[in-house]
């Protein structure tokens, strides 16, 4: 007797998965790549054009959402409150007002047959009606729809701190996010594919990752790279560590910068990795092992309430300070939808409060290296005068920024258009004797 078959699985299409994706960061505040990943990860048959597809539509739909919901309530007045029929609704629009790839009467009867599924022919019937109006109105421009659908008090400081053109990449025009890059780690063996991959104009580490998993990739067990964002990359190359040195990542995560700076610190070195969450940093030994690095000493430290059991006299510090997050618009578009105007401010104060802090754990004249992941003058240079007394700009000491950062700079911004990086602000300074 022959084991039966076990049961096929039901097709699902890209756009119903999209919905799912998007109900998820609607209802339960789920950050749509994780959302995402999750989805994927149930459906390993969708091949690689329904998953670019699935991505497409999650990512498109958050970035100009106000744009669609405007031109949707144009023909619904009323609007639509039950949230599986609006979201099917904005998936359609979106295929139909901004791509290309699927004829709009596609779009349409694919939304109506879900929606008639899940709410029955009066709803269907009902929706059927609004998308074909919406069919017959003008297409949207996608720089129009982002700076449409992002809230105006941020677009005007964003364009403020970068100019319009970098704007409107951030938010999502004009430049590549979808490709995933990883870090070389120094003297560990390179597969084949690793060692061909495209390399990054401006992180000299960096590699253009395959799609798939990365975990799955030859070499990644063997420790040759670290899934990283090549801005992320520069900012821990920007503290400048070198062999020998005793280092401190103050606000180190997960740790993919700490074991950069384990590299660059060497098995005569030390360095440290304190983070306010003790769960992120769980995992760094085993990281460490992998990578075939020396383990990492940790610490939890609120550097809000002061500097725990560290021990002081690093050579340098790097603190990648929590905030705003608008450096990674084009990525996680939610954080737009979510971020009131008082929040750069707010957290303004928290990271001028944790540098502050991180910094008597250098030594007299030792270097601090101050990131966050945004570009908004609050966040940067606001946080710099607030520590004036205790910290003092001073030129970057990093021969591996060459390619970003001129001769006596001591600080810079990352952007997606000039640099091919997420957006980040960059201050290098030395504590006061």
């Known amino acids: 007797m022959t084991d039966p078959k076990p049961p096929r699985r039901a097709a699902v299409s890209a756009r119903a998965l999209a919905v799912r994706v998007l109900e998820r960061v609607e209802r339960d505040g789920a950050y749509a790549a994780a959302a995402l990943d999750a ?21 498109g739909v958050l970035r100009t959402r106000r744009a669609l919901e405007r ?3 144009a023909h619904a007045p009323r609007g639509v409150s039950d949230a599986l029929v609006r979201l099917h609704l904005l998936v359609a629009a979106y295929q139909m007002l901004l791509l290309d790839r699927v004829p709009a009467w596609a779009a349409v009867d694919e939304a109506i047959g879900e929606i008639r599924r899940a709410r029955g022919a009066r709803v269907a019937g009902f929706g059927n009606a609004v998308l074909r109006k919406i069919a017959q109105g003008e297409r949207l421009e996608l720089a129009s729809a982002l700076r449409e659908t992002a809230p105006a008090w941020l677009t005007e400081r964003l364009d403020r701190a970068l100019g319009r053109d970098e704007t409107d990449a951030l938010l999502g025009a004009g430049a590549d996010f979808g490709r995933v890059w990883c870090r070389l780690v120094a003297g560990r063996p390179q597969p084949a594919w690793l060692a061909a991959a495209e390399r990054h104009p401006v992180s000299p580490l960096a590699r253009l990752l395959p799609s798939g998993d990365p975990e799955k990739q030859s070499g990644y067990a063997e420790g040759a790279f670290v899934v990283q964002e090549p801005g992320a990359e520069l900012v821990g190359l920007a503290l400048g560590a070198r062999a020998g040195e005793r280092v401190l990542d103050a606000c180190a995560g997960r740790g993919q910068k700490t074991t950069l700076l384990l590299e660059a610190v060497g098995a005569r070195g030390e360095a440290w990795a304190a983070d306010a969450h003790p769960k992120k940093l769980a995992a760094l030994a085993r990281e460490c092992t992998r990578l075939g690095l020396p383990v990492a000493r940790t610490a939890a430290v609120d550097w809000t309430l002061g500097t725990g059991e560290l021990p002081d006299g690093f050579d340098r510090v790097l603190v990648d300070a929590p905030c705003t997050g608008v450096g990674t618009l084009r990525r996680r578009p939610e954080i737009a939808l979510r971020l009131a105007p008082g929040d750069p401010a707010r957290l303004a104060e928290l990271q001028a409060a944790i540098l502050r802090s991180a910094a008597t754990r250098a030594k007299p004249g030792g270097r601090v290296v101050f990131a966050v992941c945004s570009v908004l003058e609050e966040e940067a240079e606001g946080v710099l005068s607030r520590v004036a007394d205790v910290l003092e700009p001073a030129p970057f000491d990093a021969p591996a920024l060459g390619a970003v ?8 911004r990352l952007t997606p258009l000039r640099h091919a990086t997420d957006g980040y602000f960059v201050a290098s300074l030395a504590r006061r004797t």
């Open 71 to 73: 031109r949707l309530l």
């Open 405 to 412: 950062v001129p001769p006596g700079a001591t600080s810079f």
């Open 39 to 59: 989805e994927l990860d149930r459906h390993p048959q969708l091949d690689p054009r329904d998953r670019a597809l699935l991505s497409e539509l999650v990512y």
